[in-house]
């Protein structure tokens, strides 16, 4: 579906710049909102059902914030607020973003000569009429052994406290590292394109019970 064939907004529940760029990368204009959730209260032990209760978690507490809005009044065309979650998975263990320098030091330093899995979550909720469509993906990534000193410079950059599992594959520190990857780029940078239209396009069709946003303010 391409962005000029139908009316709708987009509200992009998501800080991530990867996010933001493979939206824009899309064809679409969107506004941003973020949750603020903490997402460490929310444990699953299958990273798919991990992603996907985070991706819900993250929309319910947009709209819960849009209730106090205007943002949805005499709006003509449909909103719709996507929603997305990322975990790596490495030998089995889930990794979200690493909490302090050890633990990223140790992410990053696992991957090298190895491989690690991507599990990533789209849900697309329409405000207006209520339909809910999600979903996941997966993909792995295999690495050339990564050097010490590069593993330096992305940790004194911040870069791995900012991405599940520390992995920013599209990072020009990164990138000369990956051997090969398995799936979609897109997933792993944490915005599956072909989900993502395809969702967008089951929650404008799907007729919904009622609107998930009712105006408060």
């Not at 909102?33 to 992603?51: G, N, W």
């Not at 990223?104 to 469509?133: C, D, I, M, P, Q």
């Not at 900012?162 to 979609?184: N, S, Y």
């Not at 915005?191 to 609107?211: D, F, H, M, N, V």
Request: glycine share 8%; hydrophobic share 40%.
């Amino acid at each position: 579906m391409a962005a000029a064939e139908s009316c709708f907004k987009i509200i992009l529940g998501s800080s991530s710049m990867a996010r933001q760029r493979i939206l824009a990368e899309m064809g679409y204009e969107f506004t941003i909102m973020t949750a603020d959730i903490d997402e460490k209260s929310i444990r699953k032990e299958k990273p798919e059902d991990l992603v996907t209760a985070l991706a819900e978690a993250k929309a319910n507490a947009i709209m819960a914030r849009l209730q106090h809005t205007d943002i949805l009044e005499n709006v003509a065309c449909p909103t719709l607020l996507i929603t997305a979650d990322t975990v790596v998975v490495y030998k089995g263990t889930i990794r979200e973003k690493p909490c302090n320098e050890d633990e990223a030091r140790e992410f990053v330093k696992g991957y090298s000569g190895g491989h690690a899995a991507v599990v990533g979550s789209v849900l697309v909720t329409n405000l207006n009429s209520g339909a809910s469509k999600g979903g996941w993906e997966s993909a792995e990534v295999y690495f050339h052994d990564i050097p010490n000193e590069v593993i330096d410079s992305l940790i004194d950059e911040g870069i791995p406290f900012k991405v599940a599992g520390g992995l920013m594959l599209e990072h020009p520190l990164t990138l000369p590292f990956v051997d090969a990857v398995i799936g979609a780029t897109d997933t792993v940078m944490g915005l599956s394109i072909s989900l993502t239209e395809k969702l967008i396009e089951e929650a404008l069709r799907q007729p919904g019970s009622s609107p998930r946003v009712q105006n408060m303010s």
